[in-house]
């Protein structure tokens, strides 16, 4: 079996590309060796008000399980309750230099747009390393924008070992073939995204049908006519056939290969979405409107990811030469 661990934000509303790029994954390889987590530690780095903070981790979990993540088979649960991630993540950040983590580049698009940034910006990938290496994750399953973030953790990993001896596993990012990195409709040359995109750019997971149809209609293509998958020479109409062959399991190419205009392909492929998405969204509004049921869940995925994340703190502490108590 395959241990697996990954991680979102609750910050934002969930998009297609979340969906894609890593739900859809998630769900498809879940079993009882995988652990998912809502990393609200993480949504710390950014402005964000404390209520907010707390329904939209509630959200997020609500979500991954409409998503069809299955509490009794994998592992789900809330980062902040397992005290461990924060725990490791200052052991780590004396592993990490400076230098690293100034040059993520997720770190410097970040920081460029605001002054006085938070230091959780820059540690961030040090915080999401933690996540990782404390369940002995072989494969991490992100969209493509996590990489580099992949990258770090395991040369952290490495360095450690090489430096305390053998204690954590050097796990291996999974990037999925198609929609690994979603675009905004309106601005293709940029991923969709849950906070900068424009208002028709980003196809949220709870859109109402008739946005979802209006934002695909409006969604930006180009006017030489032809049916055909080109990301660099047709990003606009490449972005939604590689979301429209990610919902059908199938190649961005067979798409194309079954359409002669653009307007027939946009139909068919907001009727798609809009069923794709539909029991979903029947199934979230069950989940947001029982607490109880929410928050069982939520204190039995603390309890089974504290069992397996705290021996690996220990061991990582002693190794470093923390005596324990
Ligand atoms: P985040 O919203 O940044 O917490 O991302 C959660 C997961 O969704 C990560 O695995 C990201 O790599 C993935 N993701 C975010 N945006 C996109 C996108 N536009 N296309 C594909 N995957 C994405
Ligand atoms: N940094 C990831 C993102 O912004 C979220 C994340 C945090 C994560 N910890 C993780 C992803 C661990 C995979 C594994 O999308």
Not at 58 to 66: N, S
Not at 207 to 230: H, L, N, Q, W, Y
């Amino acid at each position: 079996m395959m241990r697996i661990l990954s991680g979102i934000q609750p910050s934002g509303s969930t998009h297609v590309g979340n969906y894609l790029g890593a739900i859809k994954q998630w769900v498809s390889s879940q079993n009882p060796d995988a652990y998912y987590c809502v990393v609200d530690l993480h949504a710390l780095t950014l402005d964000i008000d404390p209520e907010e903070l707390r329904e939209k981790t509630l959200d997020c979990v609500a979500t991954l399980l409409a998503a069809g993540i299955d509490p009794e088979i994998a592992t789900l649960f809330v980062q902040s309750n397992v005290a461990a991630h924060a725990k490791l993540n200052w052991l780590l950040e004396c592993v990490a230099t400076f230098g690293e983590l100034n040059r993520m580049t997720q770190f410097k698009e970040k920081s460029g747009r605001q002054k006085g940034y938070r230091v959780g910006l820059l540690t961030y990938p040090v915080l999401m390393a933690s996540d990782i290496l404390l369940y002995d994750a072989q494969q991490v399953p992100v969209g493509d924008d996590q990489r580099q973030h992949l990258e770090l953790t395991r040369a952290l990993a490495e360095r450690f070992n090489a430096r305390y001896g053998p204690t954590f596993t050097v796990p291996v990012g999974f990037v999925p073939h198609a929609a690994a990195r979603v675009m905004d409709l309106q601005e293709p040359s940029r991923k969709m995204s849950k906070s900068l995109s424009s208002p028709l750019g980003s196809l949220y997971l709870f859109d109402e049908p008739s946005e979802i149809e209006k934002k695909i209609k409006k969604a930006v293509t180009d006017t030489d006519g032809e049916m055909r998958f080109d990301p660099k020479k047709k990003p606009g109409l490449s972005n939604l056939l590689d979301i429209f062959a990610s919902f059908s399991n199938e190649t961005p190419q067979d798409v194309a290969s079954r359409y002669s205009r653009y307007g027939d392909f946009k139909s068919d492929l907001a009727a798609l979405v809009i069923e794709s998405l539909a029991p979903i969204r029947t199934r979230y509004r069950e989940l947001r409107s029982d607490p109880g049921q929410l928050s069982a869940i939520i204190t039995l995925g603390a309890k089974k990811a504290s069992a397996s994340a705290e021996p690996v703190y220990e061991r990582a502490a002693k190794a470093m030469g923390l005596i324990g108590g």
